[in-house]
């Protein structure tokens, strides 16, 4: 009787021991995954904590069709931010082709021309083989940006100024999100309007820069200083969109980007689509560090809707990002 209870004891605390150990291994094991995610998640990041450099190869998104995309870049008298932009963006591995937007009195100097191609064949890699153009205009406007080009052999187009710096991973991310949804515009600089109601006003709005747009969480339009969008729309800018708009942008030197935003929103009825991604400004002498900009475009703005019979732009608060470069998602 003894040794039979003495049994069940025994029995009893092999159980608890048993559990016991069970429940610390799992702990254990619990502790172990959440360091490992942990360190995990700080070396995939820890390119970031470094800053941007120009990227010698970044990693593919998606594997690329023959034909990617071509860069449309508009500049002017900046030769040492034209010369750092070519040779940062001749690197990305979707780019076929770069179209230096001329419209400087005199032309190009062939030992600008010699560098710049220098530069290109350099970082052309595997093969690849990056196109340099210079598209020399005679008159001095910024319709020059979005004027057709009769050889391009892309249907993507990224717009880009010379003064700003993406790197290479989220070019790509936008060429990507663009090939989902080619006839919008995808862009990384976004910006909103909303109608003025401080008077009662229904028709008269109000251009909003970054500030509104982080303040809102909306957007309507994306700047084309950095954005993609179909070839095809160089051509409605230039020979189907009143000619009122392009002379407007021409007098008045701003705009130009707003009135292609109008365009490509008049034609899908669709908001374009803002993909997140760090901006470096190499160059702080554009037209947007005049004073009085946000006036002006505001004044844009309400042209435009004039010229085109109704407001054309659609608000939205999507946006994509790379989700591997965020904890959550």
């Not at 003495?6 to 959440?34: D, H, M, P």
């Not at 052999?153 to 717009?159: E, H, L, P």
């Not at 509104?212 to 095809?232: I, P, Q």
Request: net charge positive; with cysteine.
């Amino acid at each position: 009787m003894r040794g039979s209870l003495l049994s069940r004891r025994t029995e009893q605390r092999l159980r608890q021991l048993a559990i016991s150990t069970v429940g610390s291994v799992k702990i254990k094991l619990l502790l172990f995954l959440c360091i490992a995610f942990t360190l995990f998640a700080l070396l995939s990041r820890g390119s970031g904590f470094t800053g941007w450099t120009s990227p010698s190869g970044p990693p593919d998104l998606l594997p690329f069709p023959r034909k990617g995309y071509a860069i449309v870049m508009n500049t002017w008298k900046r030769y040492d931010l034209l010369k750092q932009s070519v040779s940062h963006y001749s690197l990305c591995p979707g780019l076929e082709s770069i179209h230096i937007v001329w419209s400087e009195p005199d032309p190009p100097l062939d030992s600008l021309r010699k560098f710049l191609q220098h530069i290109v064949e350099s970082n052309s890699r595997d093969g690849r083989q990056v196109e340099l153009v210079f598209d020399i205009n005679k008159e001095d406007s910024l319709n020059n940006r979005f004027k057709e080009i009769k050889d391009l052999k892309t249907d993507a187009v990224f717009s880009i100024d010379d003064d700003v710096i993406f790197p290479c991973s989220s070019v790509e991310l936008a060429f990507n999100v663009w090939q989902s949804a080619p006839d919008t515009m995808v862009g990384f600089v976004p910006r909103v309007h909303w109608v003025d109601q401080s008077k009662g006003y229904n028709d008269y709005y109000i251009y909003g820069g970054w500030w509104s747009v982080w303040w809102s969480g909306t957007y309507s339009m994306v700047l084309s200083k950095a954005a993609f969008f179909h070839k095809k729309y160089f051509s409605v800018y230039t020979n189907e969109m009143p000619a009122s708009i392009r002379e407007y942008v021409t007098k008045n030197r701003n705009c130009e980007d707003i009135a292609m935003s109008f365009l490509v929103a008049n034609a899908t009825s669709a908001p374009p689509i803002w993909v997140k991604g760090k901006i470096f400004e190499i160059g702080s002498t554009g037209i947007s560090s005049m004073g009085g900009h946000s006036e002006r475009r505001t004044q844009c703005v309400n042209r435009f809707v004039a010229e085109f019979g109704r407001m054309p732009l659609v608000s939205t608060s999507a946006k994509a990002v790379d989700s591997r470069n965020i904890w959550f998602w």
